[in-house]
């Protein structure tokens, strides 16, 4: 996947939402981590930048 130059967590969290809608259906749901740190959605991404999507969870027994 090409990410734009200086594109936000945001807009990567789309893209990914896009190709892989089983993912979820609400990108602005996802927590993102940027170089292993928590990250806003208006993080401006840089070249080499590690970033992780974590979707929403929940579950688990009663």
């Known amino acids: 996947m090409i990410i734009p130059q200086e594109a936000t967590v945001s807009v990567v969290a789309s893209m990914v939402a896009d190709r892989y809608p089983g993912i979820t259906q609400r990108p602005d749901s996802l927590v993102i981590a940027v170089n292993q740190e928590y990250a806003d959605h208006l993080h401006i991404l ?3 930048d590690e970033v ?3 979707p929403p969870v929940s579950g688990g027994q009663a």
């Open 52 to 54: 992780a999507l974590i």
């Open 46 to 48: 840089s070249d080499g």
